[in-house]
Structures are given as C-alpha cells and as structure tokens.
Nanobody, 125 residues
C-alpha cells in the first residue's frame, strides 16, 4: 500500500510563508490527482488546493493568489507553497492522493485513495 507523508508545517506570523511537502512512497505506483485539505479545530475539513495528474490546478477563493500547489513527478512529491498567511489559515493540513498501483503478486492494477497524517500550521496575528 502506498503511503503519503506530509512535512513543512510550523508556526509563523501573519504575512509569513510556509512550504508543505507531500511525499508518496511505495512500489510500482503512479500518483494521480492530489489535494491539500485544511481542518481547523472543531470544523469540517476543506480542500485548499488540487492538482491533476497533468498539472491542472484549482483553489477556493479563500486562498487563491496566496497558495500554489505543484508537483515533482520524478520524486512523487506534491508541494503547497503558502504565502501571505493569515490567522484563518491555521489548521492541520492533510495530503490526499489518488493512487494507481500495480500489484505484481496479483497481476492486476488497483486504484485507491490515500491520506497522510497531517501537519500543523499555526499563524499568529
């Protein structure tokens, strides 16, 4: 089973920047569409950035112009560059990816979705 691991969270002041990384690990897989989600304490998780396998990106209005999602296919890594951070950006950020994996022992290809454990981002005013 492919796993994804987030890193890069931390504490910054309002107006600061952070870059989050999501690294996928495993064997014989392709990382397809990937999303970054944010969950504030006591609230529902919301998507803050999406990147397709082909590199098409989308963002909600709340982060558009401040967040940039990108991918390094050679290293199975997706990044989230966050600039001009605001206190309302505080939360746990999760990486969520669609995976296509070749299961050699079963001689078949499987598709599934994976989630990381999350990384905390705290923005103080």
């Amino acid at each position: 089973q492919v796993q994804v691991l987030e890193s890069g969270g931390g504490s910054v002041q309002s107006g600061g920047s952070l870059r989050l990384s999501c690294v996928a690990s495993g064997s014989f897989f392709t990382l397809k569409s990937t999303r970054w989600w944010r969950q504030e304490a006591g609230k529902q998780r919301e998507v803050v950035a999406t990147i397709s396998a082909g590199g098409t990106t989308s963002y909600p209005d709340s982060v558009k112009g401040r967040f940039t999602i990108s991918r390094d296919n050679a290293n199975n890594t997706v990044y989230l560059q966050m600039n001009n951070l605001k206190p309302e950006d505080t939360g746990v950020y999760f990486c969520n990816a669609d995976i296509i994996e070749i299961r050699l022992a079963l001689s078949k290809t499987v598709e599934y979705e994976v989630w990381g454990q999350g990384t905390q981002v705290t923005v103080s005013s």
